[in-house]
């Protein structure tokens, strides 16, 4: 089983719908990051969690928002999806500051 | 801000040797990581300087110049199995990478 899994795998929807990515991790880690990925940009952090009471913003927090449920859970959301949020996006996790980041499979979005 | 700069593109041959730069500009961080992504795939982590040097894992070495804002990761023996993209990182004091635009390496046979 993974250790830090992603729902869905793939999505496609509409502009102006509200979209939730999913994260939940069995590491055991504190820190949850959320990161897109679009073709010659690399990876950009969105948002980050460094417990369940502590939310940050990231290079490009706009247009989203997240939620960090539980240790094990970190959600992102798309409140009106526009297409240039299409893109690959994963979620990651590490231990503690300085440490390696373990990263989910990610989820395919497609904002039509 | 910070700013990785890789090269978009580099061909090598199998069984040879690469070197993958990466010059940043920052105004202080913690470490340089490194991650290799297959097409497709999640990003795994390779590699982490936080000193100045060459730190070695196998068939994959990193270094890291503070003084010349620059690292490079250093592919040995290489297998049609490292075609791959590879990103620099920077770490700063939380954690929170920021990420080069990525080096896509394609070995031939």
């Known amino acids: 089983d993974a250790d830090v899994t992603q729902t869905p795998r793939n999505r496609i929807t509409k502009t102006g719908k509200r979209i939730m990515l999913e994260c939940s991790q069995t590491k055991g880690h504190d820190r949850m990051y959320w990161y897109r990925q679009d073709p010659g940009l690399g990876l950009r952090l969105i948002y980050y969690?460094?417990?369940?009471?502590?939310?940050n913003k990231g290079e490009i927090s706009d247009g989203y928002s997240v939620s960090r449920q539980a240790q094990a859970k970190f959600s992102l959301s798309l409140e009106s999806a526009i297409p240039n949020q299409t893109a690959l996006y994963f979620c990651a996790t590490s231990e503690g500051a300085h440490e390696k980041l373990f990263f989910g499979s990610g989820t395919q979005l497609s904002v039509l | 801000g910070q700013s990785l700069e890789q090269p978009s593109e580099v061909t090598a041959v199998e069984g040879a040797i690469v070197q993958i730069n990466c010059t940043y500009q920052?105004?202080?961080?913690?470490?340089l990581s490194w991650y290799q992504q297959h097409d497709g795939g999640a990003p795994t982590f390779l590699s982490y300087n936080a000193l100045d040097g060459l730190e070695e894992t196998g068939r994959f070495s990193s270094f890291l110049s503070r003084s010349d804002s620059y690292g490079y990761l250093l592919l040995q023996e290489l297998q049609m199995k490292d075609s791959a993209s590879y990103f620099c990182a920077l770490g700063g004091a939380t954690n929170k990478l920021i990420f080069g635009t990525g080096t896509l390496l394609a070995v031939q046979p």
């Open positions: 969690s460094f417990d369940v009471k502590d939310i």
């Open positions: 920052t105004s202080g961080f913690y470490g």
